[in-house]
T-cell receptor, first 112, second 114 residues
Framework: QKEVEQDPGPLSVPEGAIVSLNCTYS??????FMWYRQYSRKGPELLMY????GNKEDGRFTAQVDKSSKYISLFIRDSQPSDSATYLC????????????FGTGTRLQVFP | DAEITQSPRHKITETGRQVTLACHQT?????MFWYRQDLGHGLRLIHY???????NKGEVSDGYSVSRSNTEDLPLTLESAASSQTSVYFC?????????????FGSGTRLTVV
């Protein structure tokens, strides 16, 4: 079993829809949770960052962490065609030598 | 502005040849990483370094090597290229705690081994 599981999609939604992207994990030592966005033929870029449990909002994006369920989510409101990309979750423990562990990514397509 | 650059962007090579992919960062980051990205597998860690003269194997290191002679560069060498090494390769760097700051990625090198 992988440490981080992510549905690869693809997920296809109409413009304006609310999108929910999710990851589950098995390592209870994870404390930091991130979402990266990767456009086609580009490198991943950090989108959202959350520490421990709770919600964090940034414009149309909300990151949610439920450590009791080992489940994290990224919600995109009023989705736009420019949101079409692959979204990767990533997580890490609190040690300086801990590396980021990535999900495999979910491909999202927002059509006009 | 600080940046992380990979070269070349695209490379076609023949089976059995030695190939080196370059990664150069001007962030002054101590930690650097090489990943390959393939459909169905996501990002897989090849090698990483926590500083000059430090190198470590990742989960898919067979057939690859790295060396770190300065802070800015971590070249990735494929000793004898194989078709299974056709992939997109990403370099990343960071300082401090991975969870607090995340990685900064390069734009990738698309390698085809024929």
């Amino acid at each position: 079993q992988k440490e981080v599981e992510q549905d690869p999609g693809p997920l296809s939604v109409p413009e304006g829809a609310i999108v929910s992207l999710n990851c589950t994990y098995s390592n209870s030592a994870f404390q930091y949770f991130m979402w990266y966005r990767q456009y086609s033929r580009k490198g991943p870029e950090l989108l959202m960052y959350t520490y421990s449990s709770g919600n964090k909002e940034d414009g149309r994006f909300t990151a949610q962490v439920d450590k009791s369920s080992k489940y994290i989510s990224l919600f995109i409101r009023d989705s736009q065609p420019s949101d079409s990309a692959t979204y990767l979750c990533a997580m890490s423990g609190s040690s300086n030598t801990d590396k980021l562990i990535f999900g495999t990514g979910t491909r999202l397509q927002v059509f006009p | 502005d600080a940046e992380i650059t990979q070269s070349p962007r695209h490379k076609i090579t023949e089976t059995g040849r030695q190939v080196t992919l370059a990664c150069h960062q001007t962030w002054n980051h101590n930690n650097m990483f090489w990943y390959r990205q393939d459909l169905g597998h996501g990002l897989r860690l090849i090698h990483y370094s926590y500083g000059v003269q430090d190198t470590n194997k990742g989960e898919v290191s067979d057939g690859y090597s790295v060396s770190r002679s300065n802070t800015e560069d971590l070249p990735l060498t494929l000793e004898s290229a194989a078709s299974s090494q056709t992939s997109v390769y990403f370099c990343a760097s960071m300082n401090g705690q991975a969870g607090r700051y995340g990685y900064t990625f390069g734009s990738g090198t698309r390698l085809t081994v024929v």
